[in-house]
């Protein structure tokens, strides 16, 4: 791809970029949020068109004015949040759109489970093709993502932040596919803000900052530090820059928390000023735990006492009359609602304050929305904008943006910084610090130990819905949260 631009109305968010594929390389697309990189995917993947620059495969000049051509020429994707149907077999969703036909045309039902049931033991993933993806789990759905990706015979594969979802084990065996794609001379394109990640499997990167290209070549010609410095435009030195905050009473005590099937006995106290980390492996029940607070889903037992008065919460709105709100791990699905603007998301919440006689005033709503998206530095053309057309760190700033406008006591945050670069992971924290120095109690569920460890003041660790241990700040070490994590007394981080 050289000479690459697009425009969209208020952004110009590609000019003049250049990128190269070879075959049996991964090449890591770096960037901050905003930077450039899914639009050029886009363009890549044959959604969008691009105003100037040329396409070539193998030389030749090529055009790519939909998806299907893309896919022709062999060219697909493994994206951040997989589309796929919950309604629909792991079979259907590998094939859809493209399904192997008879001789009358018709879907060759036989030929395509076998197909599907060879991809998948390609990649190791033992799912049975036959099985409802609304049964599987994140990481299961990702899988089947992959097999998706795969079923196409495809030359260049496109990673979008694949591992967001997965456990340790899960990108381990992710890094395997990579590997056999490589020496089936598939170029792949690989996108992560996950830095350790890009040094492990890529042997070329791209860097894009603000829609231009600053920096391209092999990675072992440049260093940790010269990567970050070409992303953000400075010097990131200070990932977690956590303020001291004055800890003050107990806001929040939770007693015997009970589920069913999720977690169970889990007991807490959080204090105003406090950042409590919840830590833990993929299916711990950190987040199940969390959304059970919130009212989304209902506990068998426990009590929950909030400013000192006993409280019962049976559904989101009861948790947010409150004061307790959560920005959940999925923003894209739960967190916004993408189709509509920034204004109407960050009001949301707070219609009683934007509205009157039931009819809503729409300079309160803009206040109120232009004031929290000052506050969090939200980058949009207009507070008109439809929020899934952001980048992913500003959509974070939105469903963050319409739950402090709620004034809460209590702020859940589940993976804050998930799919988001090093850049805007910094200001997160930074933010995140300034709301507990400011007397807000902060429950942080996060899977990165330098997260846990660099941000919270207390950690709460779990391992297969139960409370691991409880940990201070001083003194606390990778090691001691992987052995409370797994269990295994001689685990090591």
Not at 356 to 377: C, G, P, S, T, V
Request: aromatic letters at 6%; charged letters at 25%.
């Amino acid at each position: 791809m050289t000479g690459i631009s697009k425009t969209f109305p208020g952004v110009k968010a590609l000019s003049d970029v250049a990128l190269e594929l070879r075959p049996g390389h991964v090449t890591a697309l770096i960037g901050e949020n905003g930077a450039g990189k899914s639009t050029l995917v886009k363009i890549l993947t044959g959604i969008y068109q691009p105003d100037d620059g040329s396409i070539q495969i193998d030389g030749k000049e090529v055009t790519l004015p939909t998806a299907e051509a893309a896919q022709e020429l062999g060219i697909t994707a493994i994206h951040q949040e997989t589309v796929l149907f919950d309604e629909l077999t792991v079979a259907e969703n590998i094939y859809i759109g493209h399904q192997p036909r008879n001789r009358y045309g018709l879907i060759d039902w036989v030929a395509m489970h076998a197909r599907a049931a060879a991809i998948l033991h390609g990649i190791d993933a033992p799912i049975s093709t036959r099985i409802r993806l609304k049964d599987l789990s994140i990481a299961q759905r990702h899988l089947v993502a992959i097999a998706r990706a795969l079923s196409i015979d495809a030359r260049i594969v496109i990673m979008d932040e694949p591992t967001a979802a997965l456990s340790y084990k899960e990108v381990e065996e992710l890094f395997g596919i990579i590997d056999r794609l490589k020496k089936a001379g598939k170029a792949i394109l690989f996108i992560s803000h996950k830095f350790e990640e890009v040094w492990q499997i890529c042997e070329y990167f791209a860097v894009f900052r603000d829609g231009g290209q600053v920096g391209a070549g092999r990675l072992d010609e440049v260093s940790h530090n010269d990567l970050v410095k070409m992303m953000v435009g400075r010097d990131v030195t200070q990932a977690f820059p956590k303020l001291p905050a004055e800890i003050g009473e107990t806001v929040l005590k939770v007693d015997g928390y009970c589920h069913p099937t999720e977690f169970d006995q889990v007991s807490l106290e959080l204090r105003r000023g406090e950042i409590l980390g919840l830590y833990g492996l993929v299916g711990a029940g950190r987040s199940e735990f969390c959304q059970a607070l919130f009212g989304v889903t209902r506990p068998s037992a426990g009590t929950v006492t909030l400013a000192g008065k006993p409280i019962t919460v049976h559904s989101p709105s009861d948790a947010i009359d409150a004061g307790i709100v959560y920005v959940p791990e999925e923003r894209g699905r739960h967190g916004a609602i993408t189709a509509m603007s920034i204004a109407s998301n960050i009001s949301l919440p707070s219609l009683k304050v934007t509205s009157r006689h039931n009819f809503l005033r729409m300079a309160e709503e803009f206040d109120l929305a232009r004031k929290y998206a000052e506050r969090l530095d939200l980058r949009a053309a207009s507070l008109s904008q439809p929020v899934g057309t952001l980048s992913g760190g500003n959509q974070q700033k939105v469903v963050i943006g319409k739950w402090l406008a709620t004034l809460p006591k209590v702020i859940i945050l589940d993976e804050p910084t998930k799919g988001i670069d090093i850049g805007s992971k910094a200001a997160v924290h930074a933010f995140m610090s300034q709301l507990a120095v400011e007397g807000l109690a902060v429950i942080m569920v996060s899977s990165e130990i330098p997260e846990i460890l660099g941000m919270s003041d207390r950690v709460i660790v779990m391992r297969e819905g139960r409370m691991a241990g409880v940990f201070e700040r001083e003194g606390l070490t990778p090691e001691a949260l992987v052995r409370a994590a797994t269990g295994n007394k001689e685990a090591a981080a």
